[in-house]
């Protein structure tokens, strides 16, 4: 390899080191401006979160006052946490915009989807099965019918 290859090379690479920093930076600038809002209890409860899923704004309607104070406070904390489960996605355009798919990004988002999961539905718990031949075991009939 010739002494004008190297150079060249040498130019090419700095030249994509500062295009992709470039590309870092506008990804960066355009995280920063995320906001994103998640409601619930009806829309009585907004949450909106910004970079990084963090909270800036909580916002009720005065649908509120019909909510008990432990509802309130359960609504908050779903709609923060829709308003968060978002935030990958969002993410993921952003990159998909300005920097494409690499390593970095891929760990980026990896992170992103650990700190903010889908919320899940709320599952009642099971319900404790009794042996067949238990005493107090009144689900198929009454008390009254065992003797």
């Given at each position: 390899m010739e002494l004008p290859d190297v150079e060249r090379m040498v130019d090419d690479w700095e030249r994509n080191a500062e295009e992709k920093a470039r590309r870092y930076q506008?990804?960066?600038?355009?995280?920063?401006q995320v906001s994103i809002?998640?409601?619930?209890?009806?829309?009585?409860?907004?949450?909106?979160?910004?970079?990084?899923?963090?909270?800036?704004?909580?916002?009720?309607t005065p649908k509120v006052r019909q909510l008990e104070p432990e509802r309130i406070a359960a609504a908050v904390m779903e709609a923060m946490r829709s308003a968060q489960?978002?935030?990958?996605?969002?993410?993921?355009?952003?990159?998909?915009?300005?920097?494409?798919?690499?390593?970095?990004?891929?760990?980026?988002?990896?992170?992103?989807?650990?700190?903010?999961?889908?919320?899940?539905?709320?599952?009642?718990?099971?319900?404790?099965?009794?042996?067949?031949?238990d005493p107090e075991d009144f689900s198929t009939g009454s008390f009254m019918d065992r003797r």
């Open positions: 506008e990804m960066s600038s355009q995280v920063s809002t998640g409601s619930a209890a009806d829309g009585a409860v907004k949450v909106t979160v910004g970079a990084n899923g963090i909270p800036t704004d909580v916002a009720m489960s978002q935030y990958p996605e969002r993410l993921a355009e952003i990159m998909a915009q300005t920097v494409g798919e690499d390593s970095t990004t891929r760990h980026l988002l990896a992170e992103a989807k650990a700190n903010f999961p889908a919320p899940q539905e709320e599952q009642p718990p099971p319900r404790r099965r009794r042996p067949p031949d």
